[in-house]
């Protein structure tokens, strides 16, 4: 069986907020956006007849590497203040970028929340040679960990 994940869909609070940082700080395209009406009661957290808005960003491929950010519109939600600790059903995306300082720049001018500054590391590789990136670790508008790593 073969298979890929193409989206992972995070719900989000503002969501012009986070298209915002997805497009202007990770330089994300717009693949898909539109209000829809749940049809049934796969997605967790919706059931049938709900409004939500959905915006698809993809990157540089483009069928895998999407993200999808999700708001609720009927019922309006309320949600608990953002989280930035790290627990058991918490993610790490990681991203992959030519220019991790120009991101850098771009992060803080968004005024997003950073985890850890910019830095370089050598980490063993899958092949048993050694990977040196200079990486970044930052959060989105919604708390989700983002590790951005450019590989020297």
């Keep these: 069986m073969k298979n890929m994940i193409?989206?992972?869909?995070?719900?989000?609070?503002?969501?012009?907020?986070?298209?915002?940082f997805y497009t202007e700080v990770l330089g994300m395209e717009?693949?898909?956006?539109?209000?829809v009406t749940v049809k049934n009661d796969l997605?967790?957290?919706?059931?049938?007849?709900?409004?939500?808005?959905l915006i698809?960003?993809?990157?540089?491929?483009?069928?895998i590497g999407m993200i999808g950010l999700l708001k609720p519109i009927d019922p309006e939600e309320q949600?608990?203040?953002v989280d930035f600790d790290f627990k058991f059903g918490s993610s790490v995306f990681v991203v992959g970028v030519e220019d991790v300082e120009d991101l850098y720049e771009k992060a803080l001018k968004f005024g997003a929340k950073?985890?850890?500054?910019?830095?370089?590391?050598?980490?063993?590789?899958?092949?048993?040679?050694?990977?040196?990136?200079k990486s970044l670790g930052l959060y989105d508008p919604d708390g989700h960990f983002l590790?951005?790593?450019?590989?020297l």
Excluded: W
């Design 114 to 133: 950073m985890r850890a500054p910019l830095s370089e590391t050598i980490y063993p590789g899958a092949d048993g040679n050694d990977v040196h990136v």
């Design 6 to 20: 193409r989206r992972t869909t995070l719900k989000v609070r503002d969501i012009q907020k986070s298209y915002d």
């Design 56 to 63: 698809i960003l993809k990157a540089q491929d483009p069928v």
């Design 147 to 151: 590790e951005c790593n450019q590989r």
């Design 43 to 53: 997605l967790p957290g919706t059931k049938q007849g709900d409004k939500i808005h």
């Design 79 to 81: 949600f608990p203040p």
């Design 30 to 35: 717009t693949y898909y956006n539109n209000e």
